[in-house]
């Protein structure tokens, strides 16, 4: 649609497909009528490129950033974004996803995952993954911080992941010192929160409570001459264990009233909530900004460390610790099995501590047989530590089999 009074506009159109590999190598054409008369035309070519792992005929399909409170924790879920909080980082994630024809047999390969600070030093991220026979598709990160927030400089990084010095994937993420949380005139922040069943969203609030919501929505107001001519917010969501996530927000301009006000749903982790204080921050053009801070309340399952458990699964392996990749299990093979691993994420919304969380661990097998027992084990819990991460080795004695 053309407005009355414009000179000139721009306009687009588009096909495609979700996923990457749609289009066969060739040149294309494409025309443009109107009415049957030819308005514009033009051409361009798809070209083949070499495979990024050559050993499994592999192409890179994503590249993508998450912050993690582990070098190592697969019971985590995954929050995505490309601007995270310098005071509460802790270790930024390379993920890419590899598609390739299915695999005849086991494949070890190797990528080393550049990080190059805002001062131009670099540092390289080396893993070796390995993929099973019959995989057509699989999702790889590489891990680089510390387990302690506070060591990111603010400013600008990027990444490159290389194999066989070929360059296979890049991106960029920033790091931001976390500004005043002053809202500018007219701008406002509002929270609502929906559940299955229910009508619609809930009135405004602050605190929200475990079990009584599905989602939450953040409501974003920006005067229109702070917006400029932009009408998308982007947002950054910050949990209590001080992990970043994006989200956007499309905003609407209400003549009336002289803003932008748009709503959308708050990126949060998947399953049981943390609970604590969380940061929103949205900006939108050059001079529109807003933050504020909502809470998320619920039962303690440990009520003497003011803890819950957010997510727990056993993994198989070795002597180390499963990874990023490691997938889940409810059964293994008795011939294979070398040790288990019992990974717990708890949260810690206040500074409630004993000083350890004390647990023990039992295994057992048919008819209840005891095959296992840690006896008593106690996990350090410091009270600003708002995540924790109980990790356990499972491990028969020597000579004994897994029955």
């Known amino acids: 649609m053309v407005e009355k009074g414009w000179a000139g506009s721009f306009h687009t159109a588009g096909w495609g497909a979700r996923q990457s590999g749609a289009w066969p190598a060739g040149t294309y054409h494409v025309a443009c009528t109107e009415e049957g008369r030819s308005v514009a035309a033009t051409s361009f070519e798809v070209v083949k490129r070499p495979p990024a792992i050559p050993s499994l005929g592999a192409a890179v399909t994503h590249v993508k950033f998450f912050e993690s409170v582990a070098e190592r924790l697969p019971v985590e879920s995954r929050l995505y974004g490309a601007r995270f909080d310098a005071q509460g980082?802790?270790?930024?994630?390379?993920?890419?996803?590899?598609?390739?024809?299915a695999a005849p047999s086991a494949t070890t390969f190797s990528v080393e995952c550049v990080y190059v600070f805002p001062d131009g030093s670099a540092h390289p991220v080396r893993l070796e993954r390995r993929v099973r026979p019959g995989w057509t598709v699989s999702v790889h990160?590489?891990?680089?911080?510390w387990d302690d927030p506070g060591h990111w400089p603010a400013g600008s990084y990027k990444v490159s992941c290389w194999h066989n010095d070929n360059q296979i994937a890049a991106a960029g993420f920033e790091v931001v010192a976390a500004p005043a949380p002053v809202n500018p005139s007219g701008s406002r922040l509002r929270f609502s929160s929906a559940k299955s069943g229910d009508a619609g969203r809930s009135a405004p609030a602050q605190a929200f409570e475990t079990g009584g919501f599905d989602t939450l929505?953040?409501?974003?107001?920006?005067?229109?001459?702070?917006?400029?001519?932009?009408?998308?917010f982007a947002c950054v969501v910050t949990d209590p264990a001080g992990s970043t996530a994006s989200f956007p927000i499309r905003g609407?301009?209400?003549?009336?009233?002289?803003?932008?006000?748009?709503?959308?749903?708050?990126?949060?982790?998947?399953g049981v909530p943390m609970r604590g204080a969380y940061r929103v921050e949205c900006r939108v053009g050059a001079k529109g900004f807003v933050v504020d801070r909502f809470e998320v309340t619920g039962?303690?399952?440990l009520p003497e460390l003011d803890a819950g458990v957010l997510g727990a699964a056993?993994?198989?392996?070795?002597?180390?610790?499963?990874?990023?990749?490691?997938?889940?299990g409810a059964s293994f093979r008795a011939g294979e099995v070398r040790s288990l691993w019992v990974e717990a994420l708890l949260d810690h919304p206040t500074g409630k501590t004993p000083g350890a969380l004390a647990?023990?661990?039992?295994?057992?097998?048919?008819?209840?047989t005891l095959l296992l027992d840690t006896g008593a084990r106690k996990l350090p819990v410091a009270p600003g530590d708002r995540a924790i991460v109980l990790r356990q080795r499972l491990s028969l004695p020597p000579k004994k089999k897994w029955p």
Do not use: M
């Open 89 to 101: 980082a802790r270790w930024i994630k390379t993920e890419f996803g590899l598609v390739y024809p």
């Open 141 to 145: 990160s590489a891990a680089l911080g």
């Open 217 to 232: 929505f953040a409501e974003a107001t920006v005067p229109l001459k702070a917006a400029g001519d932009s009408t998308d």
């Open 252 to 270: 609407e301009p209400r003549e009336k009233e002289r803003v932008l006000a748009g709503a959308g749903p708050v990126s949060l982790r998947d």
């Open 299 to 301: 039962r303690a399952e």
């Open 314 to 328: 056993v993994f198989e392996g070795d002597e180390q610790p499963p990874d990023d990749e490691a997938a889940p």
């Open 359 to 368: 647990y023990s661990c039992r295994l057992t097998g048919a008819r209840n």
